[in-house]
């Protein structure tokens, strides 16, 4: 497998759409995580436009799709919200595979794993096969909590001064839009900036690493930590779909047989390939081949 990174523009309409269709994005698989559905800070309008310029084989959605949490502290559903559950029925009905595996803020839904509701399929962890023939595993990430923070008391401070950070993301968003600025995460940035938040992403990455590691697959796709990446760690990838409360993110494996780390951007009104890996498998050597 190898790595690259690369930086382009994917809103050229695809193979498969038809003139004047709406479609610009065609895969074979796609992974998403924490909507926080029912969270004020969830991107929901930005995620609609993706699902409907979206067609793919099979949906994946890890976890915190919806925030129950939130839900219970304040009931906040708006027009936008429903719509976006209502575009995921209809991608189910219309053929596309989904299947849902519940994080920590939707946590209810485990216990109906094994079920199949609505057109979809509810899983604790799932295995996908890629075009090329590899396995990744997918699961949502929050069973490593206890190996990556130090105890509940922690967690929830650092809940709170989450919580706290998003506000504060919202109302910037709304002062930069008014002004016509582009959305912009400061959640982001200063976790980039902040050195125990870069300590605390390293030991998740390790921790679903070596998880995976044990359940002999080729990579795996996490999410809860709101931070996307897609790397190489050592034999194995290791892809997390980030958000949809400030990043805007999502892992997709092309029909042509990449991993790709997709980026929405507000102005293009479409997403773009931040980064990338190639499934492809590399072709036996001639030793292997006589054998
Ligand atoms: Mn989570």
């Known amino acids: 497998m190898s790595t690259s990174s690369i930086i ?10 038809r003139p004047g269709s709406l479609l610009k994005h065609s895969f074979n ?8 559905l029912g969270s004020k800070d969830c991107k929901a309008e930005y995620l609609l436009q993706l699902l409907r310029q979206t067609q793919t084989e099979s949906l994946y959605l890890v976890g915190d799709i919806i925030d129950i949490w939130a839900m ?30 519940p994080g920590n803020h939707d946590e209810e839904f485990k216990a109906y794993a094994g079920f199949h ?25 929050d ?9 509940k008391a922690l967690t929830k401070l650092g ?4 919580d706290l950070l998003l506000l504060l993301n919202r109302q910037l968003h709304r002062v930069r839009t008014h002004l016509g600025y582009p959305y912009w995460s400061l959640a982001s940035y200063i976790k980039l900036r902040v ?25 795996v796709i996490c999410g809860h930590i709101h931070q996307p990446e897609l790397s190489q760690q050592g034999k194995i990838f290791y892809a997390n779909d980030g958000d949809w409360v400030e990043n805007c993110t999502f892992i997709a494996e092309s029909e042509l047989g990449e991993l790709q780390l997709h980026k929405w951007d507000e102005q293009a009104k479409c997403s773009l ?8 498998r590399k072709p036996k050597s001639l030793k292997q081949q006589v054998a």
Request: hydrophobic fraction near 40%; aromatic fraction near 8%.
């Open 159 to 162: 809940d709170r001064l989450y």
């Open 117 to 141: 509701l609505w057109d979809v399929s509810i899983a604790k962890e799932h295995i996908h096969t890629t075009l090329g023939g590899q396995k990744i595993l997918m699961l949502h990430g």
């Open 143 to 151: 069973q490593f909590d206890s190996q990556v923070c130090v105890g």
């Open 8 to 17: 382009g523009n994917q809103c050229q309409p695809q193979s498969k759409s």
């Open 195 to 219: 050195n125990k938040a870069q300590q605390a992403i390293g030991l998740f990455r390790a921790a679903v690493v070596c998880y995976a590691q044990d359940k002999r697959v080729d990579g």
């Open 72 to 101: 219970k502290r304040r009931m906040y559903w708006p027009e936008s919200h429903n719509q976006v559950l209502q575009q995921l029925f209809i991608m189910a009905r219309n053929g596309t595979k989904i299947i849902y595996v």
């Open 273 to 280: 390939v931040i980064a990338s890996i190639s499934l492809k």
């Open 29 to 36: 698989a796609l992974w998403l995580s924490d909507i926080h």
